[in-house]
Each structure stands twice: as structure tokens, then as C-alpha cells.
């Protein structure tokens, strides 16, 4: 005899709520998408509006936001907004900062040379990895087979037979660089199926996140039945109620089927930077670009009429719009802070660069930024992607001051980009008649203490296009 009852249970998860999902679209965007995206959330919410010029006495970096969320406080709302302690500790804020005037400025130096597409993004992050040459080569040769799309066009064992004309190579190997390229950014890029791809952005969730095992569970075993949209037989195969499978679901539109495609093919010859780093009395100052998006502000107007509307509706209606447009205030406040504190973290790194140029560049890799920071490499890759820093020796892309590190002979590390500027500036003072040989440019290297094999400055000086010697000889 079958008997219902009702019975009541508590308990605590996290969620990944619509507040935190928007943070972390916001923190990946560029310039030119974030001012899109703030243009559709004034369109399609009027609780948002355009904030006046700043008068002034008022300082530029004061948040646009900062006045009407005082005033609007009073309402009543602001206390039924949803605590989100996970999106405040993956965005926590450090201080202020005021926008720099525009005499600070020269609109002829946002110039940023043509970046790569997916391929360069990845070698970048190869580059950076704490892999051997044996592993690098496996990797170039794998993220050589992945479309734009960001999978894998050919198979491993077609690749194995490739590269063994050169050495023999393993398919465990090959797993195993590959594996390691499919944690890079963007997460997921590098898998043979879709199946594939969604599993490993899933995999990097944080294991509390709610259903995330539920969704892998829909992902690795349901995909026939998801790809006919049949939701009625993913509960028959896998055992879940309607309420499970909705909130899995939903998890699952949050991934990505064609990571790839976040990483665009062309870069803008002409950017705006999205921060300016000047010397002044007191050292080295980074501030926030104030025009890289609109100054918005919630409209007080709208936002006073909340508590006045009668129609039970109209007023569920208002209450949500004012809901979101605090909440895209908020994502975008810590978008910009999160970025000041990465910029900020790489130019106490690289003042000797500021200072010195090339030649003064320190060793820098993604870790060393997230450790201090307390973030993902992750989160720092995204964040240095399409982001531009206005500097006094031009406008260069966050990840430009990232690069590996060699030894020297008294046990201290040299940035690669500081051996390539010294390359550069030893072969544009060698004599006319009698240029440096790569062995010879190694041994004078050495003499510095800067240990470099011959291979390696033949490497970097065909990076930058220099010929050898005997055809530099050859053009005098």
C-alpha cells in the first residue's frame, strides 16, 4: 500500500547565481565588447541611465553608481538582494582610483601590433608552462590541429606518425601534453568532441558547485538523448526528477561548445587602453581608463517610484529591474577593480621595463601574478587577454609582460624578452664588416652571466626576423 508524506529538510549549498556569472562574463570582455554590453543593459533596463559629466570638484575615479545606490538604499530592496560571499571573494575589490586627465595622454601612441588568434594564445601559454622542449614540441604540434573552434581536427595517432620522422614520440605523452592544454585558456579548447569539451570545463568547477556532477553525469552519459532535446528519457536513463535535471541544465548552458571562438582572430590596430601607468612623485601609478565604458548610474527617479506603485505586477516588475541594475553596477565595479589590481601587480614587476626598456624586463609567469593575488592562473589569463596598458614606452597587451626565464651563471633568473632585446641591441652595434655569429652572440651573453645556447639565440633572433650573420654581411 503506498503511503505520501511530506517532509521537511535544511541545508546549505552554493549556487552559481546570475550575479556571479555576469562578473565573470564581465572580467573576460574587452574594451570595445564591455562598451556593448553596458549599451544593451541601458537599452533593455531603465532603471539604468547615463550618468552626467562629473563636475569639478568632484574626483573622475568617484563610481558613477555610488550617489543614486544612497539614495535608492532607502526602499527597501536593497536588503532583499541575494548575499553572493563567492562572487565577493573571487572579485575582492582593492582601492579606488581617479582617471588620469587627458594632457596625460597621446592619442598617437594607442597603437597595439596585430595579435594572433587561437594558436598564438595557446603557444603564449605553452611557452609559459612548466614543460620541457620535448613537451613543447608535442604541444605546437597538437595546438597545430585544433580549429577555431578550438577542437582537435586530427587524430593522435595521425600526429604520432608525423612527428616520428623526427623522434619517437608516445601516445601517453601525447595525452599527457594534451591534457595539459586543455586546462589552458579557454578552458575546454583542445578536446576531440563536444562531449569531450563540456566534461573538461565541468571538471574545472569547483567540486561544491551545485549539480556539477549531476551535469557531468548528463554530459558523459545522456548526450543522445540531449541531442534530440528528449528530457523526459535523460530522467528515464539517469534517474533524476524534474528538478535535478532543470538545475543541471541550467549548468550546462553556462558551458561553452565552441571555446575557441572567445578568442578572436584579428586585433584592433588602434586600441583604447584600459589603463595608463604614469611616474609621479610618489613612484609608479596606475589608474583606470574612465572612458573605456559609459559612466551609468541608477536612474533615482524610477527607482524612488518602487515603493509608490500600487499594481502588485508593475511593482514585482520594477523591484527586479532595480535588482539587476544593481547587480550589473556591482559586476562591473569589480571587473574594473580586478583589472586595476592585475595591472597593478604586473607594473611593481616590471618597473625596470618603465624605466629601462626591454633590456630591464623581469621574469614574470600567469602563477606568479595568481599566488599574489590569491586567483586562478586561469582568471589571470582571461584577464590579460584584449586588455592594453598606456605606458611612457607605448600601449602594450597585459600578456606582453609575461615571459619565461633563463639562468645565470651567479644562480638568478633573466626574462627572455630582456635576452632578446640584448640580441637586438648587440647585433645593431656589431661591426658592418664583421657580424656576430650566433655562437659568438651566445659567448658574449655568457660573458654577462647569462647562460643561452647557440640553438636558443638562433631561436630568438629568427623570432624577430633577423637574418644570420652571413646574410647580414651580406646586406652592408
Not at 392 to 411: N, Q, W
Request: aromatic residues 4%.
Amino acid at each position: 500500500m503506498l503511503k505520501s508524506s511530506l517532509n521537511l529538510q535544511l541545508g546549505q549549498h552554493l549556487t552559481m547565481t546570475p550575479q556571479l556569472q555576469q562578473a565573470i562574463r564581465l572580467l573576460q570582455l574587452s574594451t570595445i565588447e564591455l562598451q556593448l554590453e553596458v549599451q544593451q543593459a541601458l537599452e533593455s533596463n531603465p532603471m539604468l541611465e547615463l550618468a552626467e559629466e562629473a563636475p569639478p570638484d568632484e574626483p573622475a575615479g568617484e563610481p558613477a553608481d555610488a550617489q543614486p545606490e544612497t539614495e535608492s538604499a532607502s526602499d527597501g530592496t536593497e536588503s532583499e538582494a541575494p548575499a553572493d560571499d563567492w562572487g565577493d571573494e573571487l572579485y575582492s575589490t582593492g582601492s579606488g582610483s581617479q582617471g588620469v586627465g587627458v594632457d596625460d595622454r597621446d592619442p598617437f601612441e594607442n597603437q597595439a601590433g596585430s595579435e594572433g588568434g587561437l594558436h598564438e594564445h595557446l603557444l603564449w601559454q605553452l611557452h609559459l608552462g612548466p614543460l620541457n622542449e620535448r613537451d613543447r614540441r608535442i604541444g605546437a604540434a597538437l595546438i597545430d590541429s585544433v580549429n577555431a573552434d578550438g577542437y582537435l581536427e586530427t587524430d593522435l595517432e595521425t600526429l604520432q606518425e608525423i612527428m616520428g620522422g623526427e623522434e619517437t614520440v608516445g601516445l601517453d605523452e601525447m595525452e599527457a601534453v594534451l591534457h595539459w592544454i586543455q586546462q589552458c585558456d579557454p578552458v575546454g579548447v583542445g578536446a576531440r568532441d563536444l562531449r569531450e569539451c563540456l566534461l573538461i570545463q565541468l571538471r574545472v568547477l569547483p567540486e561544491e558547485t551545485p549539480l556539477r556532477d549531476t551535469a557531468m553525469r548528463v554530459i558523459d552519459s545522456g548526450m543522445e538523448s540531449l541531442g534530440r532535446h528528449d528530457f523526459r528519457a535523460l530522467q528515464r536513463e539517469l534517474g533524476l526528477d524534474e528538478t535535478t535535471l532543470a538545475g543541471a541544465m541550467e549548468l550546462v548552458r553556462t558551458l561553452n561548445p565552441r571555446p575557441g571562438s572567445q578568442i578572436s582572430d584579428q586585433a584592433p590596430e588602434y586600441v583604447t587602453p584600459d589603463v595608463y601607468v604614469r611616474r609621479d612623485a610618489n613612484g609608479w601609478r596606475v589608474d583606470l581608463n574612465p572612458e573605456i565604458a559609459p559612466r551609468i548610474r541608477i536612474n533615482s527617479l524610477y527607482a524612488g517610484m518602487v515603493r509608490r506603485v500600487s499594481d502588485a505586477r508593475d511593482s514585482a516588475f520594477m523591484r527586479n529591474q532595480l535588482q539587476e541594475a544593481r547587480w550589473f553596477l556591482k559586476s562591473l565595479h569589480s571587473r574594473n577593480e580586478t583589472l586595476l589590481r592585475v595591472a597593478r601587480a604586473i607594473v611593481e614587476r616590471q618597473t625596470g621595463f618603465l624605466e629601462e626598456g626591454e633590456v630591464a624586463m623581469q621574469p614574470l609567469i600567469l602563477r606568479d601574478i595568481a599566488e599574489a593575488l590569491g586567483m586562478h592562473e586561469s582568471t589571470i589569463s582571461r584577464v590579460t587577454t584584449q586588455k592594453f596598458m598606456h605606458t611612457p614606452r607605448g600601449v602594450f597587451e597585459f600578456k606582453y609582460f609575461f615571459s619565461s626565464h633563463v639562468g645565470t651563471s651567479d644562480g638568478g633568473e633573466c626574462s627572455a624578452t630582456a635576452i632578446r632585446a640584448m640580441i637586438r641591441k648587440l647585433i645593431s652595434e656589431e661591426p658592418p664588416n664583421r657580424p656576430m655569429s650566433d655562437s659568438r652572440l651566445a659567448q658574449v651573453l655568457s660573458d654577462r652571466g647569462i647562460n643561452v645556447a647557440r640553438r636558443t639565440v638562433a631561436k630568438y633572433r629568427e623570432a624577430m626576423n633577423l637574418p644570420p650573420s652571413s646574410e647580414r654581411r651580406q646586406l652592408v
